[in-house]
């Protein structure tokens, strides 16, 4: 069993579309991020979600909107996608008592063209 | 600020040599700090921690010790496999509910 999964791998898309990206964890965690590893391998912090409620939000553009219907899944959606949004993003999660133990997706490839 | 800075890959080896990646960090206060390693097509998974200065961390024949002194946490294994070929992530938690902050990660190829 996959314990943080992430759809779809894969995507190529033109700029200005919208685009989502599905986050799962089964792993009963009450904590749930996303990263963004961009061109130069940097992986950054975007988002965190503790039992649904927004966290952290890290001077991401508006353009990112993260959606959690319930403490397993946290939806990355992205409005009037830009080429600069390239890159691969990770969704992970932990238990608030053992943040040093994060359990990461396999992330997803998005490149705008 | 915090930051992680790692050597830069990729790093090639044979079979059974000597690994070590660097990893120096700034931090303020006391960071945890850790190894992620990211295998072909697989998410970043925890490889070693160390939460204060002078804790060894250790995980399938890795090594890293963590050095206030020097400010660095260096990943060493004395005998490299095939199946260690992977992205190396050097990451720290500031003290405090804050997120990781990750090093670039270095590519290891191993080869027969």
């Known amino acids: 069993d996959t314990a943080v999964s992430q759809t779809p791998k894969y995507l190529v898309t033109q700029m200005g579309n919208d685009k989502s990206i599905k986050c799962e964890q089964n792993?009963?965690?009450?904590?749930m991020y996303w990263y963004k590893q961009d061109s130069k391998k940097f992986l950054k912090i975007m988002f965190s979600?503790?039992?649904?409620?927004?966290?952290i939000n890290e001077t991401v553009p508006n353009r990112f909107s993260p959606k959690s219907p319930d403490k397993a899944h946290l939806n990355l959606h992205i409005n009037s996608l830009e080429l600069g949004d390239s890159a691969v993003y990770f969704c992970?999660?932990?238990?608030?008592?053992?943040?040093?133990?994060?359990?990461f997706g396999e992330g997803s490839w998005l490149t705008v063209v | 600020g915090n930051s992680v800075t790692q050597m830069e890959g990729p790093v090639t080896l044979s079979e059974e040599a000597f690994l070590t990646i660097n990893c120096t960090y700034t931090a303020t206060g006391y960071p945890s700090l850790f190894w992620y390693v990211q295998y072909p097509g697989e998410g970043l998974q925890l490889l070693l921690k160390a939460t204060k200065a002078d804790d060894k961390g250790s995980n399938k024949g890795f090594e890293a010790t963590y050095r206030k002194e020097t400010t660095s946490f260096h990943l060493e294994k004395g005998s490299v496999q095939v199946s260690d070929s992977a992205v190396y992530f050097c990451a720290l938690r500031p003290a405090g509910n804050t997120p990781l902050v990750f090093g670039k990660g270095t590519r290891l190829s191993v080869i027969a």
């Open positions: 979600y503790n039992n649904k409620e927004l966290i």
């Open positions: 792993l009963g965690h009450d904590t």
């Open positions: 992970a999660s932990s238990q608030p008592g053992q943040r040093d133990t994060i359990y």
